[in-house]
């Protein structure tokens, strides 16, 4: 168990806002496991930037850093996403 | 003017002495811990520190060798690009020149990298001269594993993301190569004076 | 789906306190009026800032308590001993004052009638806020599908929403408490974190497919997800809402 770590529905705001579209019931598939999830059950870790992490390989599946007007985001870790 | 919000303050220092906080940064008096996974936890008899890549010979250190090495007690100010700085925070540690005494190389850059997957890059020159430590006490105690411990790095100068937590080595390179968060937005450099904290900066 | 206000451009909009209510002695609700307000799915949240006359700003998100139907956009909020945000919603915020916030956001943590039952919502402390909107809407759908709250509290006195809870038992939806600090004399409920023993008791079995709901602390969200799945209920059910620290 991680204190620090929350559900990915914690950063709906954020995902919203930077996809201007609700995300958490998008389903991502994790590049390194192949597990799919919705975007509300990923792991979410708050450092510098906002970090998601695949629930069952612990892989990073997406990393966004929020500007004043813009965002710069890394779903390399997601191997698609509907 | 925007919105503000009627006797909100937030937890924050009033008194700080501003020649002491860079722009765009608000003191802090407690430890926001931040991280970019979870918590990794490395049981000292496994814990090992390398000096690794353009060396002419690498190094390494078990804990018990390591915590024989000639340490420093320091006190510096900590600057977070999220925006939160902390003064005067106490450390103990191994100064990074010790380490690298000794080690001929011509490289340029360094990697440094930690348990958890996590990576960040300097040029070399940022890390010598006396300018930081790999820490394992935080406050006379040792450092607690939400903070980065068995051991992390501590380069005070820059942001605080460039100063590993969980750090199990330094890698010499003649090339850079931008690390977990220059490659996505934030600033290769970090400066918290010229308030370098993301790509453009 | 329908998606209402979920789709598109999110905006910081303010929103009119009307009133700051107790709860119990560390627990306050903010009824506010939002202009504007495109409406919410119970068990959304919206994102709350507060900005300093400096310019300092600190960002927490809420779920949402009302009900969908409900006239005015309620937040209830536990007052955090070393909060930064909460103590200035509890004790300061009052009547006449503005509220900066976004949303409703996340679909994800939804309840509504079109999903069915049976339903399991376990929570701790103030995870029960966003299971107090899926037991509202509930209510206020005339809906009588099999639904089920597992609430686990320090003390009968810190049990949010007790009244109305007692109020709206019955015509299938059941209200369980556990105590876990201290319980008054006589008190023959449950005395102890929630396990998986209780959960067995109290929720339906795993036969029936419940779509269970969880929010509270992250170590209480935590044992309850894995007693869950240690009984046999589908991890894709079961979805969590941890209310960990913030951070930053």
């Known amino acids: ?82 | 003017m925007s919105f503000v919000s009627r006797g909100f303050r937030g937890r924050r220092q009033p008194d700080a002495d501003s020649a002491r906080v860079p722009p765009g940064q608000y003191v802090t008096t407690d430890y926001p811990v931040l991280s970019a996974g979870p918590t990794p936890h490395t049981s000292l008899d496994v814990w090992d520190f390398s000096i690794t890549g353009e060396v002419d010979q690498e190094k390494g250190w078990t804990w018990a060798e390591f915590q024989a090495l000639p340490s420093e007690e320091v006190t510096v100010d900590i600057h977070c690009v999220t925006k939160w700085s902390k003064l005067d925070t106490h450390w103990r540690g191994v100064s990074i020149d010790t380490l690298l005494a000794g080690v001929g190389t011509a490289a340029e850059h360094v990697i440094q990298y930690g348990d958890g997957g996590y990576t960040t890059n300097t040029p070399l020159e940022d890390v010598t001269g006396g300018k930081a430590w790999i820490v394992y006490e935080y406050d006379g105690e040792p450092l607690p594993a939400e903070h980065g411990g068995p051991a992390r790095m501590l380069l005070p100068h820059l942001y605080f993301w460039k100063s590993a937590k969980w750090i199990r080595g330094l890698r010499l390179q003649k090339e850079d190569e931008p690390g977990f968060w220059e490659t996505n937005g934030y600033n290769n450099y970090g400066d918290p004076w010229k308030e370098q904290r993301y790509w453009g900066d | ?248």
């Open chain 1, 1 to 82: 168990m991680d204190a620090l770590m929350l559900d990915g529905n914690a950063v709906a705001g954020l995902l919203q806002e930077v996809f201007e579209t609700e995300m958490t019931t998008a389903t991502g598939t994790c590049a390194f496991c192949g597990s799919s999830m919705q975007l509300g059950a990923v792991h979410v870790f708050r450092s510098a930037g906002v970090v998601l992490r695949c629930p069952t390989c612990g892989n990073v599946l997406a990393k966004i850093v929020k500007r004043e007007a813009e965002a710069c985001v890394d779903l390399t870790g997601l191997r698609a996403l509907a």
């Open chain 3, 1 to 248: 789906m329908e998606g209402t206000a979920l789709l598109g451009r999110l905006n910081w909009q303010l929103a009119d306190v009307l009133d700051v209510t107790p709860e119990t002695d560390r627990v306050k609700t903010l009824v506010l009026d939002v202009p504007g307000w495109p409406g919410h799915r119970a068990g959304q949240h919206v994102d709350v800032r507060l900005t300093a006359e400096d310019g300092y700003q600190a960002e927490r998100s809420y779920s949402i308590a009302s009900a969908p139907n409900g006239k005015h956009l309620e937040l209830t909020v536990e007052c955090l001993d070393d909060g930064e945000v909460s103590p200035y919603l509890t004790d300061e915020l009052h009547a006449g004052d503005k509220l900066e916030l976004r949303g409703p956001v996340g679909g994800y943590f939804v309840w509504e009638p079109p999903v069915g039952g049976p339903v399991l919502l376990v929570g701790g402390g103030s995870g029960v806020v966003p299971l107090m909107a899926i037991i509202r809407e509930r209510a206020a759908t005339d809906s009588d599908v099999d639904m089920r709250l597992l609430l686990s509290s320090r003390t009968w006195d810190d049990v949010i929403y007790r009244e109305e809870l007692e109020r709206l038992k019955g015509g299938g939806l059941t209200v369980t408490h556990t105590l876990t600090r201290a319980h008054p004399e006589g008190w023959s409920g449950y005395a102890r974190r929630i396990d998986g023993e209780m959960l067995a008791e109290v929720g339906p079995g795993p036969g029936d497919r419940p779509h269970v709901y969880v929010c509270g602390p992250t170590p209480l969200v935590e044992a309850v997800a894995t007693a869950l799945v240690a009984l046999g209920h589908e991890p894709s059910r079961i979805k969590t809402e941890r209310f960990g620290p913030t951070g930053g």
